[in-house]
């Protein structure tokens, strides 16, 4: 089965600074994907990014980049000269090529941004 | 308006009634899945379907049912709501060929007094 790990249910950051979201995950399968997802205050989920597992270079979309380390089994996201509007919660997930690429998600990780 | 839409967006109900939440979607997709949303433990699948005929119970299904009327439409209901299951529904869609990027309903906030 899948696992994802999100340790931080909430952080801090000050506006202009930049900020790094944990996730670890877990399976025995070697082709997966790591997606991170934003939800505002207004309740959509938003996609921000992804990685595929037999991707050589970290993603990148904009401020958003993800931090792959897959001997460690890491995906952090990392969001520069943060914005007030990247106050929101923040989920992790993985899907796996070998189990029908159904997103797992973690428990996310409240991100506010403070002036 | 929305890609994928969820009615009602918000709901009250007691313990015991029947629920149908409905999901449409114009993106073509065939993919389409109900997740809810519970503060702490993330989105977790209730059921997914990959075509109108291919319907799958995913992590937390019991006490719930759906129904693929046709591509675009994927209902979920609660046959006799209970307490516990107030929570944030939301569907999603995905194509098949990029089955992990999900697009999301805005959600339906569904409290069972």
């Known amino acids: 089965a899948q696992k994802i790990t999100q340790t931080q249910p909430g952080m801090f950051v000050q506006e202009k600074e930049a900020v790094t979201l944990d996730c670890t995950y877990d399976?025995?399968?070697?082709?997966?994907?790591l997606f991170w997802y934003k939800q505002p205050s207004s309740g959509e989920m938003i996609f921000l990014i992804y990685q595929g597992s037999y991707d050589e270079q970290n993603a990148t979309e904009g401020r958003y980049s993800l931090n792959f380390q897959k001997a460690r089994k890491s995906a952090n996201l990392v969001i520069s000269a943060s914005q007030l509007g990247d106050s929101a919660m923040y989920f992790c997930?993985?899907?796996?090529?070998?189990?029908?690429?159904?997103?797992?998600f973690g428990g996310g990780t409240r991100l506010m941004v403070k002036p | 308006d929305a890609d994928v839409t969820q009615t009602p967006r918000n709901r009250i109900t007691k313990t015991g009634k029947r629920i149908m939440l409905e999901c449409s979607q114009t993106k073509g997709h065939d993919r389409m899945y109900w997740y809810r949303q519970d503060p702490g433990l993330g989105l977790r699948l209730i059921y997914y379907s990959f075509d109108v005929k291919d319907i799958n119970k995913g992590e937390i299904s019991d006490g719930y049912s759906v129904s693929r009327q046709a591509q675009a439409k994927f209902s979920l209901s609660l046959e006799s709501a209970i307490p516990n299951q107030t929570a944030l529904y939301f569907c999603?869609?995905?194509?098949?060929?990029?089955?992990?990027?999900?697009?999301f309903g805005e959600g339906s906030r569904l409290t069972v007094l």
């Open positions: 997930a993985m899907s796996v090529n070998n189990a029908g690429n159904m997103l797992t």
């Open positions: 399976t025995s399968d070697q082709s997966y994907g």
């Open positions: 999603a869609t995905s194509e098949r060929t990029a089955p992990g990027e999900l697009f």
